[in-house]
């Protein structure tokens, strides 16, 4: 008789998640660490990294721990991953979490209009290289990087997953933040290059692109800071989720332990849109 499906092929392994401090990435952690996963947060601010990881250890009894690293600098996370071994022993498990907008890459106007003509600052023409290099940077490059120095050990265990953070704005661009959509869109691209190029080396990559949902770096765009009530923009993207709401990070867990697990070994080179029905609607 077939045994119940678990998650149980995952207790014992190792999983790197970059940005997990974070507070989508917090989420996943607390997903892993459920069944027993042993996770390192690797994340550029190693306070928070630390903390987040013995609050879940504690609550789970699970070992999860803090480590420092860039992910846009390889040396750093070379530096990351000898802890890691040292620590928690060879890595099965990538998730790529660390990504994010920033102002410096926003445009103030959705649309331009004729009377923007005169006031190019508030349109794409305003927008300075420097930040839109950043974000770009971080949410692509920052997902090449880690992948080239993460899997290392999958190579040699001859099986491993990567899980990349996609977003809405890789099918779509939002209007406003198009460093951001850019670079989403590529991180998709990647996820479907990287699939094939590793498939027959058994590690699977594959992606989750989490629909809206209120964190620090998009707070800014989605909340009147002064009545605590969604911004226009907010509330244009809960009229256009088909659920009607942003959604809670616990979201991410199924769809996140589904994708690492054995469960899914067929399944390399797919995004996986959780996004309360955002992406399947046409807006009438
Ligand atoms: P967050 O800002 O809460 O967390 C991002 C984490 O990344 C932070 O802990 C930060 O310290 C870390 N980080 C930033 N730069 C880094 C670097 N150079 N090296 C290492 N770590 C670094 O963001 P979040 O909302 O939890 O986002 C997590 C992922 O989900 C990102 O890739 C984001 O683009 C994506 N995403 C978020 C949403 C949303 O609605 N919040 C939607 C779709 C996709």
Redesign the pocket.
């Given at each position: 008789m077939m045994k119940p499906m678990s998650f149980d092929d995952l207790k014992g392994k190792v999983c790197v998640i970059?940005?997990?401090?974070?507070?989508?990435?917090s989420a996943m952690v607390k997903a892993m660490a459920s069944v027993g996963i042993k996770i390192a947060i690797?994340?550029?601010?190693k306070e928070?990294?630390d903390k987040v990881a013995g609050e879940i250890a504690a609550e789970t009894g699970t070992q999860v721990i803090g480590v420092a690293?860039?992910?846009?600098d390889k040396e750093s996370l070379e530096q990351a991953k000898a802890i890691i071994n040292e620590q928690l022993g060879e890595i099965d498990i990538l998730v790529n979490?660390?990504?994010?907008?920033s102002p410096q890459a926003t445009t103030k106007v959705e649309q331009m209009q004729e009377k923007d003509i005169d006031n190019l600052a508030d349109t794409f023409y305003g927008l300075q290289m420097e930040g839109f290099d950043k974000v770009f940077a971080?949410?692509f490059k920052?997902t090449v990087l880690p992948t080239m120095v993460f899997t290392q050990d999958m190579l040699k265990l001859k099986k491993g997953v990567v899980l990349n953070?996609?977003?809405?704005n890789s099918y779509k661009p939002l209007t406003k933040i198009p460093a951001?959509s850019a670079a989403?869109s590529s991180v998709n691209n990647f996820t479907e290059w990287l699939a094939v190029h590793l498939a027959k080396v058994g590690i699977r990559v594959n992606a989750i692109?989490?629909?809206?949902?209120?964190?620090?770096?998009?707070r800014f765009l989605v909340m009147d800071e002064k009545t605590g009530n969604y911004s226009p923009r907010g509330q244009k993207i809960v009229d256009n989720t088909p659920m009607g709401k942003f959604?809670e990070?616990e979201d991410l867990q199924g769809a996140t332990l589904f994708l690492l697990s054995d469960i899914s070994s067929f399944i390399t080179g797919i995004v996986i849109p959780v996004d309360g029905g955002y992406s399947a609607f046409g807006g009438v």
């Open positions: 970059t940005g997990g401090a974070g507070v989508l990435g690797a994340d550029i601010n928070v990294a690293a860039n992910v846009l979490g660390a990504g994010g907008n971080l949410n920052g953070i996609s977003s809405m951001y989403k692109a989490p629909g809206f949902f209120i964190t620090h770096q998009n959604g990070p």
